[in-house]
């Protein structure tokens, strides 16, 4: 099942469409402004894109004029809190394969999404991520370490995810906690180092290394 990208600033509704789509079976990943939208866009990991207008550091107009300038053929429907006719017609022509006003029913949002995936028959989604002899399947959400196979709790299958994609940066507590389960950071808790020892037992102490006042790095 294609894998969604959901660009929205509003924690509430992209908690909202998130909680129905995973219902509904899909894996979804949440970024809330436009720069790290258009970045994992790019990527082209993604079948549809829930692409919201009024995003921070690049409002979503811009960030669906660049990809389709590039090339990029994903999916996009636009959300946006503007009912003008003018927006429409704008997002459309920029290249919005569909077009939704809030508030909205997410039975209509999901009825959507369903035609134009099937509509989109050449995609073909990324299902897995690797780094060196370690991958994770994006479907099953179990992780392989050479010829070791080990199931993943929901958190430490977001965690292991943002290491895989960002291998060899150094990652933040706070960023951590905000890319992987889309939480405010409390600076007093532990519960990344807890998930990072739980991720560590299972694909290897070495491969997450502490870096010291800064976060952890995958190597």
């Known amino acids: 099942m294609s894998r969604i990208l959901i660009a929205e600033d ?7 469409i998130e909680k129905g789509l995973r219902a509904a079976g899909y894996t979804c990943l949440t970024v809330d402004d436009g720069a790290s939208a258009l970045l994992l866009a790019r990527s082209g990991e993604f079948g549809m894109i829930i692409l919201d207008i009024g995003l921070p550091m690049l409002s979503g107009f811009e960030v669906l004029e660049r990809l389709r300038s590039e090339g990029s053929k994903t999916p996009v429907i636009v ?17 919005a394969n569909d077009y939704m006003t809030k508030p909205f029913q997410f039975a209509e949002l999901l009825a959507r999404i369903r035609l134009r995936l099937n509509d989109d028959s050449d995609s073909a989604p990324v ?13 099953s ?40 389960w889309n939480m405010d ?17 299972k694909i290897g102490a070495e491969r997450l290394e502490t870096i010291r006042g800064a976060g952890y790095r995958l190597t």
């Open 10 to 16: 509003d924690r509430r509704i992209s908690d909202f």
């Open 79 to 95: 959300l946006t809190a503007s009912d003008s006719v003018a927006d429409t017609v704008y997002g459309l022509e920029s290249g």
């Open 127 to 139: 299902l897995t991520l690797a780094h060196e002899d370690m991958v994770l399947d994006l479907r």
């Open 141 to 180: 959400r179990r992780v392989r370490v050479g010829e070791a196979g080990a199931d993943l709790t929901a958190r430490e299958f977001s965690l292991l995810e943002v290491f895989l994609r960002h291998p060899g940066q150094v990652l933040s507590r706070e960023q951590l906690i905000s890319h992987a």
């Open 185 to 201: 950071f409390d600076p007093a808790s532990n519960v990344v180092d807890v998930y990072v020892r739980a991720l560590r037992a």
